[in-house]
């Protein structure tokens, strides 16, 4: 069973840079065709993609948030990083990873990120 695990700050000034990390086990973030994204859902709102990194190490970004996102990996520890930089209140939501391919996508369980000074 594949789980996943976002960790990172749950409290961001604005202007500063977001960091959080998604921990993958029960597979690998490597299998071929494997995407592994991140998705967001601010207080009140529906869920927003963000983007993804594939298992050749290709990304794919929302154009809402394309220039200020970047999404990484290390396969040694079988996680991936998102940073969203230049952060404003409006980035305040929970931020869930999810990682898989086709029908079979796994979800974290989603950690709560403020953007507040």
């Known amino acids: 069973q594949v789980q996943l695990q976002e960790s990172g700050p749950g409290l961001v000034k604005p202007s500063q840079t977001l960091s959080l990390t998604c921990t993958v086990s029960?597979?690998?973030?490597?299998?071929?065709?494997?995407?592994s994204s991140w998705i967001r859902q601010p207080p009140g709102k529906g869920l927003e993609w963000i983007g993804y990194i594939d298992y050749s190490g290709g990304t794919s970004y929302s154009p809402s948030l394309k220039s200020r996102t970047s999404i990484s990996k290390d396969t040694s520890k079988n996680q991936f990083t998102l940073q969203l930089s230049s952060v404003t209140p409006t980035d305040t939501a929970v931020y869930f990873c999810?990682?898989?391919?086709?029908?079979?996508?796994?979800w974290g369980q989603g950690t709560q990120v403020t953007v507040s000074s």
């Open positions: 999810a990682s898989g391919s086709g029908d079979f996508v796994s």
């Open positions: 029960g597979g690998s973030i490597r299998t071929k065709y494997y995407y």
